[in-house]
């Protein structure tokens, strides 16, 4: 049982942990690079040691995410959470959704995410 949490902030993400979700903001990026997923999931996979867990998304701009991004995800993810305030990137955001087969859920709030992705499980 994991029972710590812990933040990661890098030039191009944030990352906080916790035991049954994970938040990430990609900072400053138009196009989401392999790099940078890879290094996310590097320390999920590391953090979660193969426990079930949802990612939080908390989107702040519009950013193309590489479809393929999406179909290699972490086996243990078991939903997506994407926070968007901004109805524009909403629209863009349907479109990434047929990229996920799981769970894919939006909100307006973090903490509205927050609160389901706790009851997900």
């Known amino acids: 049982m994991i029972d710590t949490s812990r933040s ?3 030039k191009t993400y944030s990352l906080d942990l916790t035991p049954s979700f ?6 400053n990026t ?5 790099e940078t997923v890879d ?4 320390i999920l996979t590391e953090y979660y040691m193969g426990n079930d ?3 939080i998304n908390q989107r702040a701009n519009k950013m193309i995410v590489e479809p393929t991004f999406y179909k290699s995800a972490l086996p243990n993810m078991k939903a997506v959470a994407v926070v968007a305030e901004d109805d524009e990137l909403r629209e863009h955001l349907y479109a990434e959704q047929k990229n ?10 973090l903490e ?3 609160d389901w992705a706790v009851h997900f499980f």
């Not at 994970?22 to 900072?27: D, E, K, R």
């Not at 138009?30 to 392999?34: G, I, P």
């Not at 290094?39 to 590097?42: F, L, M």
């Open 22 to 27: 994970a938040i990430v903001q990609y900072l």
């Open 53 to 55: 867990f949802v990612l």
């Open 30 to 34: 138009k196009t989401l690079a392999r």
């Open 8 to 10: 990661y902030t890098t």
């Open 39 to 42: 290094e996310v999931r590097s």
């Open 112 to 114: 509205d995410a927050k």
């Open 100 to 109: 996920w087969e799981k769970s894919f859920a939006f909100f307006n709030t």
